[in-house]
């Protein structure tokens, strides 16, 4: 009989938490996961109070970069739904951007979002939002299904991934997309910069992060989860800015200034001349599990 009990090697340590390689769940996770309680008052309260104060100022500073970013994530799912299919919902909406740029493409939008101040925002900015946590009791209430469902920096802080996916799942339409984007941990940049100039895993974050994905893992529970897996991608691999000798771990000013490097990179590839090239790039990258972020877009398979 399959295990199904938490188990796997411990590779780290952490803030009082082990980091393992979970045998059952397919992909790195803390241990203990955090309660449920724990987690609800971290993020309904303090996350972007305490932990983020800069997070949406910072957003605001970053809007033409952001925006060329969402257009990115848009632009697949139009390119993979048939015209007239333009209804998504994004899970975590946080200050409510992405789905601004949906209202600005056409498309019928719904953010859910458990932080007060983030989801006041969005709705300051037109967006609808419900200020509360996706589980399957509200995908039950909320009564509507959705073509496309977005959930940027979701996965990594949430007790239970699976259960997310299935909820998502189930609020989906026949052949509706999904679009997961999660930190990219344990990747080979990471492990060169460990194992080659003794960085310390500067990546873990618990209790806010309790799992560490890679393409690879999260493609795993993609397809356990019933989604068949139609696009993979990058978000600029800003460790690379570490292997050149700039190291901004702790130094939120020289961080700031590689990420600024970073949005003009990425701005200057969207121009058409090189628009090709960077997909194909953020491509490449993904193969070989190069990126910040994972990006993953799939599919619900019909049952
Ligand atoms: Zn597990």
Known sequence: MASTAHNGRLIDRANGYGIIEC??????????????EELDKLYRDEYYKEEKPLYIERTIEDLRWWEAVYDDRYDFFEAHLPAGRRAILDVGCGPGYFLKRGLERRWMCLGIEPSRQASSHAIS????????????????????????????????????????????????????LICCVVPNDYSPVQKTLRGKLDYKPYWLAPPHHINYFSHASLSRLFKKTGFEVIGES??????????????????????????????????????PELKGFKRDMYGIMAKHGIGREAVIYGKKESK
Do not use: Q, W
């Open 23 to 36: 045998e059952l769940c397919g992909f790195i996770h803390t241990d203990p996961i955090p309660s449920k």
């Open 234 to 271: 990058s978000m600029f691999p800003i460790d690379f800015f570490l292997l050149m000798g700039d190291n901004y771990i702790g130094n939120d000013e020289l961080g700031r200034a590689s990420h600024l490097r970073r949005k003009r990179l990425d701005i200057m590839l969207d121009e």
């Open 125 to 176: 900015l037109g967006v609808e939002v419900l200020n509360t946590f996706l589980d399957g009791n509200l995908a039950r209430e909320i009564g509507r299904k959705f073509d496309a469902i977005h959930l940027s920096e979701v996965l990594e802080h949430v007790p239970d991934p699976a259960r997310i996916l299935d909820a998502a799942s189930g609020l989906l339409n026949e052949g509706g």
